[in-house]
């Protein structure tokens, strides 16, 4: 018996901090399909710890290293993706410095959050931040 199950993956909410001050959260322009602008993450792979695949991923995507705060949350909405069913974890994590694109990511940059580009957010990320103001 085949078991069929959603592929795993990790999304992450860096928050940057300057010293003690705020500066904003990572977001990444992706370089691959589906393009657009999303949160940093990936898939975790086989014999990985979830937190370990965040870290991991973070690192490939933004060259930052992050330190979890913790899980903001569990998507799993089957049409959160439009390639196939991904079920995310995703954490609230902390970096400082300025992030680089790398691997998937074309461009990774700082946003203020006044300044979220809403309309050009991809998968259920625009859910996830509004999760995240909201203190959820």
């Known amino acids: 018996m085949a078991i069929q199950t959603p592929y795993v993956a990790v999304d992450g909410v860096i928050k940057i901090f300057e010293d003690e001050r705020f500066k904003?959260?990572?977001?990444?322009?992706?370089?691959?399909?589906?393009?657009?602008?999303?949160?940093?993450?990936?898939?975790?792979?086989?014999?990985?710890?979830?937190e370990d695949a965040l870290v991991r991923e973070m690192?490939?995507?933004?060259?930052?290293?992050?330190?979890?705060?913790?899980?903001l949350g569990v998507y799993s909405?089957?049409?959160?993706d439009p390639r196939f069913h991904v079920v995310?974890?995703?954490?609230?994590?902390?970096?400082?410095g300025t992030p680089k694109g790398g691997d998937d990511a074309k461009n990774a940059m700082i946003y203020r959050l006044e300044e979220i580009?809403?309309?050009?957010?991809l998968f259920d990320h625009?859910?996830?931040?509004?999760?995240?103001?909201?203190?959820?």
């Open 59 to 71: 690192r490939e995507e933004t060259q930052l290293e992050v330190s979890i705060e913790k899980i």
């Open 117 to 121: 580009p809403w309309d050009r957010l």
């Open 88 to 96: 995310s974890v995703t954490f609230l994590c902390h970096a400082s």
């Open 126 to 136: 625009a859910q996830i931040l509004r999760d995240f103001l909201l203190g959820k």
């Open 24 to 50: 904003g959260i990572v977001l990444i322009e992706r370089k691959h399909e589906p393009l657009g602008i999303a949160l940093p993450g990936g898939f975790v792979e086989v014999g990985e710890r979830v």
């Open 77 to 80: 909405d089957p049409r959160r």
